[in-house]
């Protein structure tokens, strides 16, 4: 293995590590911590807006989405990690927690100012695990050709 390879496993062991370990961590705060976390809509705050996708509503929504996280994070990271794309699927991986969790709370804020007409609140790991669901396809594709 190349050692570019090893290192973009680590990174991708460390994020796989650290991630679920950020969300219990946050889960354990006191509820006027998570509160705080939480992204808004009539408060647009980039900070909310990426941390809230640490912040879990309750016992089985923070589960679901770290057992979500990890079965399609590894099974897609295996598929990538048998045809070599270690270091796209890391690009791919950094770029998914970096910008989806702005790119989904920008826009809930406007649909739920513009259209829906009213303040809703926003919290969860779901916008990354549907990133990595939609890595899935292309995934899959590669590794069928």
């Not at 879990?56 to 679901?64: D, E, I, S, T």
């Not at 994070?73 to 991986?93: D, P, Q, T, W």
Request: net charge positive; charged share 10%.
């Amino acid at each position: 293995m190349k050692r570019n390879d090893e290192i973009s496993e680590s990174i991708i062991l460390g994020l796989f590590i650290s991630i679920p370990a950020l969300c219990v961590l946050i889960f354990l705060l006191p509820t006027g911590i998570q509160e705080s976390l939480k992204a808004r809509t009539d408060t647009w705050n980039l900070v909310t807006f990426f941390m809230s996708t640490f912040v879990h509503a309750n016992f089985n929504h923070l589960l679901g989405n770290l057992i979500s996280f990890i079965s399609f994070g590894v099974f897609i990271y295996m598929i990538n990690r048998i045809l070599n794309r270690r270091k796209r699927f890391l690009i791919s991986l950094l770029l998914i927690i970096a910008l989806l969790p702005f790119i989904y709370n920008i826009s809930f804020a406007l649909i739920a100012n513009f259209i829906i007409k009213r303040s809703l609140v926003s919290c969860g790991l779901s916008t990354v695990v549907a990133g990595l669901v939609g890595l899935t396809v292309p995934s899959l594709c590669i590794f069928v050709r």
